[in-house]
């Protein structure tokens, strides 16, 4: 909406006008589809739409709060190294949750930049032979030779040739995953999210959602190789979400529970 000197007392008046399609006065003509009020211009289609929700009057980021962009690069390369570039304080500054996926994407699986479209998104054929160029003068030749059964993680074990030598790398078969439950991960970067320290089974939940903790507080019990060892919250905080019950198998690193400062 343009005239930002119109009130909001006007702005419905000559909404009821301009719908039963009356003139205010001989200075205020209305249509069906614009209304001439005072120094602005009200769009009839928008004030149907808001009714009588608040309108925000002026530029909408001139009321966001001002942002410390430099105490947020202190806080990215604190979490991510010192590798910072100020594209990546805006990225984090406009989309935080998204820059936080991709960061995390790409410390699991490198610069995947350096691949083209079909290989990123299909992956290579077998008996597929490509070439990643990671910089200048440093080349990597890659042949693709067999994919390994389903495991019951939802890997396949993947052969290849690099550079001449065999390898070979677990993957993720995405489309049997989706047929599978698996146990969330506790994120490394995110302080409040509690893992496991070691592979085992769940013997005792001590706390509940809604419930206060202090650092070094018990939270739950896990025995692993005939041993209990008891999990501690590594913060003080309020309990958001519990993620296990007690006979609860678990991996290394699986969410226990998530805490909130």
């Known amino acids: 909406m343009s005239g930002t000197d119109t009130s909001s007392e006007d702005s419905e008046m000559c ?5 039963n399609k009356q003139p205010l006065n001989s200075e205020c003509k209305h249509t069906e589809t614009q209304i001439s009020v005072c120094n602005g211009v009200i769009d009839l289609k928008l004030l149907e739409v808001l009714k009588s929700m608040p309108r925000i009057e002026g530029r909408p980021g001139a009321s966001l709060p001002p942002m410390n962009f430099e105490a947020l ?17 805006m990225s984090a500054a406009m989309y935080p949750k998204v820059f936080q996926e991709f960061k995390e994407f790409t410390s699991n699986f490198g610069p995947v930049d350096c691949l083209n479209t079909r290989l990123f998104l299909d992956g ?5 032979e490509f070439q990643v160029e990671l910089e200048r003068g440093k080349t990597l030749h890659i042949k693709a030779l067999a994919l390994g059964d389903l495991n019951k993680s939802g890997q396949r074990e993947v052969f290849f040739e690099l550079n001449g030598q065999l390898r070979s790398v677990l993957v993720k078969d995405t489309a ?6 698996f146990h969330p991960k506790a994120l490394k970067d995110v302080r409040g ?3 496991a320290p070691m592979p085992g089974k769940v013997v005792e939940v001590k706390v509940k ?7 070094g507080q018990p939270l739950c019990v896990l025995s692993a190789m005939k041993m209990e060892t008891v999990v501690n919250s590594p913060i003080s905080g309020i309990i958001s979400k519990v993620h296990v019950n007690a006979d609860s198998s678990l991996e290394g690193d699986d969410l226990i529970l998530e805490i909130t400062e």
């Open 15 to 19: 909404y009821s006008v301009a719908k």
């Open 73 to 89: 690069e202190s806080d990215l390369r604190m979490a991510h190294g010192d590798e910072i570039t100020p594209e990546d304080v």
């Open 124 to 128: 290579p054929k077998i008996a597929e």
């Open 176 to 181: 049997a995953m989706k047929e599978m439950h």
């Open 193 to 195: 999210q509690v893992g």
């Open 209 to 215: 959602p809604g419930q206060k903790v202090e650092k």
